[in-house]
């Protein structure tokens, strides 16, 4: 007899492979570190498609660009406030307008002489506290929202190409739709702006003398969460409402939350900075603060042009069927493949074959 295993052939079943004779432990262990290896690498492929559409686009540039517009706005909005005070300052009270007037003294000391604070700022002051000038109002306001909306219209224009989507949009459409931008971020910002600068004690102490029963330490522990929370909430609009070919929100978050990020390392680290060269002299002279205001506006648009940047890298690497059917349309419209890359909804890089537009060409003409 032969002994078992020897000289045996073993049966063969027809029709199988050798994939399927491996076991399903080693293929799901396969699949894990597949996923493994790609969920490592996408963090690097989502900053190489950031850093690359932040290049492309010229982010430091339209930065410094809107940072200036928005520089700009501030002098005729701070005109037309103090303007109105004349029409609120009975209510305000005496106390209230008199501590505004010492701020009002002190920020002006900061690139003003004070004798020019003492003979023109502070009596103009009192004049437009006694008495509402509406001139000032208007003119303010008209010059703030020109201003303003000009900064907006640099990022929802440059949101727009990023995505793959620019010329959607008329320059009419997007002038309005920035003017009105602007207006919704001053009514929101007149509630937010004060709110971080006093913080939630000075707040507590409001609500008391209103007689509206708080707990200090709940508010101190929520309080600047929630003003988190309306930044990014702020933030994500803006990224929505800009682009043409609107998606659900949730794809718009992740750039609001890398914009708040720069926004407080850039605020800390400029804060940091002032502070130590605080008792120094400065080469700037009285434009010091001027320019401290418009580096730390600097940042704060290019945070918002990078979150931006990082919201296209997104919708590059996992788009959405919309805006590939729009990039596509846009694409043949033109002439030309778009900017950014087209991809349908599996991923894939989609062939894009750019109109054949007919050149006439010249004849002469029959004699």
């Not at 390392?265 to 205001?293: E, Q, W």
Request: hydrophobic share 50%; aromatic share 6%; with cysteine.
């Amino acid at each position: 007899m032969t002994e078992p295993g020897v000289g045996t052939v073993c049966p063969v079943v027809v029709g199988t492979s050798v994939r399927d004779a491996v076991p399903e432990a080693s293929v799901g262990r396969r699949a894990r570190e597949v996923v493994t290896r790609a969920l490592a690498a996408l963090p690097a492929r989502l900053v190489a498609a950031t850093t690359r559409i932040c290049l492309r686009y010229r982010v430091t540039g339209l930065a410094s660009e809107a940072g200036f517009f928005a520089l700009l706005s501030l002098p005729p909005l701070v005109l037309g406030l103090v303007g109105s005070l004349g029409y609120v300052g009975e209510r305000m009270g005496r106390d209230v307008v008199s501590r505004l007037r010492h701020q009002v003294s002190e920020i002006a000391m900061t690139f003003l002489t004070p004798d020019v604070v003492k003979s023109v700022i502070l009596p103009m002051f009192d004049d437009v506290v006694t008495s509402g000038r509406f001139e000032i109002v208007s003119i303010g306001f008209v010059l703030s929202l020109w201003s303003g909306s000009r900064a907006l219209n640099v990022f929802v224009d440059t949101i727009s190409i990023m995505y793959g989507l620019g010329g959607h949009r008329g320059i009419v459409r997007t002038r309005m739709l920035s003017f009105s931008l602007y207006v919704v971020s001053l009514v929101v910002g007149i509630v937010v702006i004060p709110l971080v600068l006093i913080g939630p004690g000075i707040v507590s102490e409001l609500l008391r003398a209103w007689d509206v029963p708080v707990d200090t330490g709940v508010l101190a522990f929520l309080y600047w969460p929630g003003v988190s929370a309306v930044a990014i909430l702020g933030l994500t609009g803006l990224y929505h409402l800009a682009t043409p070919v609107r998606t659900p929100w949730r794809r718009d978050v992740a750039g609001a939350l890398l914009a708040l990020v720069i926004w407080v390392g850039s605020s800390f680290v400029l804060r940091r900075i002032v502070s130590a060269s605080v008792d120094g002299t400065s080469i700037y002279g009285p434009l010091a603060a001027s320019i401290i205001v418009l580096i730390w506006l600097y940042f704060i648009a290019l945070g918002v042009l990078i979150g931006a940047a990082l919201n296209a890298a997104v919708d590059e690497m996992h788009p959405h069927p919309t805006r590939v059917a729009a990039r596509r349309t846009r694409g043949a419209h033109a002439g030309q493949p778009p900017m950014t890359p087209i991809r349908d909804a599996t991923g894939e890089l989609a062939a894009v074959v750019p109109e054949q537009v007919a050149v006439p060409t010249q004849r002469d003409d029959p004699e």
